[in-house]
């Protein structure tokens, strides 16, 4: 895990360039602003593995909500992410979120699952702090490249049939929505039933 942060921390401003050179920001966007539909603007929301906080920069511009909040445990991640926008950034690991049950209508996390070391805790801490609704956002394919680096050793393919059964199995409901453009992007909004 110490290692894993410190890749984080050493590749987070190559990230920040690679989701604006390969047009990620751009499929991410058209992801979020179908999503902004079923957002109520003033509910809460957390963005967990906020990265370098595109998704925040996002969606601060649209949810009038004060409570918008990305957290990860990468300070370098964080670092880019503060410089982007004003919202609210914290550093902690998903696996131990130090909030309350249902501190958040909304719990967002976009392109981490393949990353994520235990998959289970951070659903068990999602599915934990969320009062309302939980989004997923991922690519069918991603990061091709990235099991060529020292990085890929920790990377893995998610398989979301079973994820979304595991969050369906804490009660609750999903449909899937999906953008093609070149990638397909898609998104897996849970409503607590
Ligand atoms: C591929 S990036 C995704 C960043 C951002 N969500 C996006 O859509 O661009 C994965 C992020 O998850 C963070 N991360 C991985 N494991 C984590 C953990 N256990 N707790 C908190 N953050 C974690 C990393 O530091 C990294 O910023």
């Known amino acids: 895990m110490d290692r894993l942060k ?12 690679y989701m604006q050179r390969t047009g990620n920001i751009l499929l991410q966007k058209l992801i979020l602003e179908k999503i902004t539909k079923f957002l109520d603007t003033n509910e809460s929301l957390i963005d967990i593995g906020t990265g370098t906080g595109n998704i925040i920069y996002f969606l601060k511009k649209r949810i009038k909500s004060k409570k918008i909040l990305g957290v990860d445990f990468s300070y370098k991640m964080i670092k880019i992410a503060n410089k982007k926008t004003n919202a609210s950034f914290m550093l902690t690991d998903a696996n131990n979120l130090p909030f309350r049950d249902f501190s958040f209508d909304n719990v967002l996390c976009s392109y981490c699952f393949s990353f994520f070391e235990d998959v289970n805790a951070v659903i068990k801490e999602m599915t934990r702090i969320c009062k309302k609704r939980i989004i997923l956002i991922d690519k069918e394919i991603i990061y091709n490249h990235i099991p060529r680096t ?4 920790y990377w893995h393919r998610v398989n979301y049939k079973r994820v979304r059964k595991l969050i369906e199995s804490y009660g609750f409901k999903s449909i899937r929505i999906e953008v093609r453009k070149n990638d397909t992007i898609f998104a897996i909004v849970f409503d607590r039933e």
């Open 6 to 17: 410190e890749l984080y921390n050493y590749s987070a401003k190559e990230y920040n360039n």
């Open 150 to 153: 020292e990085m890929g050793k």
